[in-house]
């Protein structure tokens, strides 16, 4: 079983920026992807990035690419997702989530999830 803390959400202004920290913690895997979903009201959710541990391989949203960056500090089992140029239309709960094997971009591979953290951006 495996454990995930989000932490770092908030309120923040249009073209601000805002960091959000994943902690993991229980059974550690050889190979492991982390991802950042996100869910805006009346929206399904979607991806936003995701990293694999061990290769560095990341994958990004195109919606998002260029102004967020996920990346991850294996010592500390912890995923990071920087969010930068934060615009409206990125307001949402953030869901960080895990599985093993490779970085993939498919919600329903991801077998830990946790439990969210609400980002909320103003005009």
């Known amino acids: 079983q495996v454990q995930l803390v989000e932490s770092g959400g908030g309120l923040v202004q249009a073209g601000g920026s805002l960091r959000l920290s994943c902690a993991a913690s229980?059974?550690?895997?050889?190979?492991?992807?982390m991802g950042w979903f996100r869910q805006a009201p009346g929206k399904e959710r979607e991806v936003v990035a995701a990293i694999t541990w061990s290769a560095g391989m990341t994958y990004y949203a195109d919606s998002v690419k260029g102004r967020f960056t996920i990346s991850s500090d294996n010592a500390k089992k912890t995923v990071y997702l920087q969010m930068n140029s934060l615009k409206v239309e990125d307001t949402a709960v953030y869901y960080c989530?895990?599985?093993?094997?490779?970085?993939?971009?498919?919600?329903?591979?991801?077998?830990?999830w946790g439990q969210g953290t609400q980002v909320t951006v103003s005009s």
């Open positions: 989530a895990a599985r093993e094997g490779l970085v993939t971009a498919t919600e329903r591979r991801y077998d830990y």
């Open positions: 229980g059974r550690t895997f050889s190979r492991c992807a």
